[in-house]
């Protein structure tokens, strides 16, 4: 294994142990909202810090761009944290929910883990060489007709999102695919794409930390990853498409009538 992606499960690991811990006590979360509907708990903090201090004892010199903490540090090798993704579901008791880091080297995604603490699922990757859930090797699905296909989602929820847009998306979407679903964890929705347990996955709004990991496994896995253009530029524009090779193409075009009604 490569010693980075080593490095990586043991902070992952131990920010799921901070979470499992605070899981069993919810109520007495100290809880705030960063705007309307977007909220954050001592957890994410404390799980946060718990793996970039990790991290930072192997690696002084790397640099971090975190949910919480923002950018820390300059350097060629940046990891992209999110201590915990899917504050929302972990916040009622909603098991669905995990911890995303990835290692970008000049902009390249090189590690990825994430790590669900609900079901002790650990996924893996390594620029070029494939993905794994605990420790197995993963593809992405064989599906090829989008009728056959089970596509993740998330829903825009803070203020200023493009729900029109979304939601013409959506309705084009849920009439060509076997089912639409929106679980409320990006990092693990790309995961799961990854695992071949969704076929396909699209969002408007995410940000870097939601999607790096996820991606690369995507990747690994043997799935295509882009913006609603199919371009690699999903880490900019927080607007990301991803599925097997068979039905990207047909996700990208069955979105892209709506593209432009986009606001942002
Ligand atoms: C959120 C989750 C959710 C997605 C949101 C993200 P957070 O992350 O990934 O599924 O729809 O856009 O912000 O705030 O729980 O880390
Ligand atoms: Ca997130
Ligand atoms: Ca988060």
Redesign the pocket.
């Known amino acids: 294994m490569n010693p980075m992606v080593g490095f990586a499960v043991k902070a992952a690991r131990r920010a799921g142990d901070i979470i499992n811990r605070a899981a069993e006590n919810i109520e007495q979360l100290k809880i705030q909202h960063k705007t309307k509907n ?2 954050v708990s001592e957890v ?1 903090h404390a799980a946060e810090a718990e793996i970039i201090n990790s991290l930072q004892k192997t690696y002084p010199d790397h640099a971090f761009l975190a ?1 919480e903490s923002g950018r820390i540090g300059e350097s060629d090798y940046e990891w992209i944290i ?1 201590p ?6 972990f916040l009622h008791g909603f098991p669905v ?1 995990a911890v995303s880091i990835a290692l970008a080297y000049k902009k390249q995604l090189q590690v990825a883990v994430v790590y669900d603490p609900c079901r002790n699922d650990l996924f893996t990757a390594s620029r070029g060489a494939g993905a794994y859930l605990n420790e197995k090797r993963i593809r992405v699905s064989k599906r090829d007709k989008l009728i056959d296909c089970l596509i993740g989602t ?2 825009p ?1 803070k203020a200023n999102s493009d729900v029109d847009s979304y939601g013409e998306m959506f309705k084009s979407l849920a009439l060509k695919t076997a089912g639409i679903r ?6 693990l ?1 790309l995961a799961n794409v990854a695992a071949g347990r969704l076929d396909g996955f699209w ?1 408007i ?3 870097p ?2 999607m790096a990991a996820g991606a690369l496994l995507i990747k690994e896995a043997g799935g295509l990853v882009g913006d609603l253009d199919g371009e690699p530029q999903y880490m900019d524009s927080g607007k990301i498409v991803a599925g097997n090779p068979k039905i990207f193409a047909q996700l990208l075009s069955t979105l892209r009538p709506h593209v432009r009604n986009l606001k942002n």
């Open positions: 977007d909220l994410d949910e999110d915990l993704d899917g504050t929302t579901n929910y998330g829903f929820f929106r679980p409320g964890a990006a990092a929705d969002e709004g995410l940000s930390w939601d």
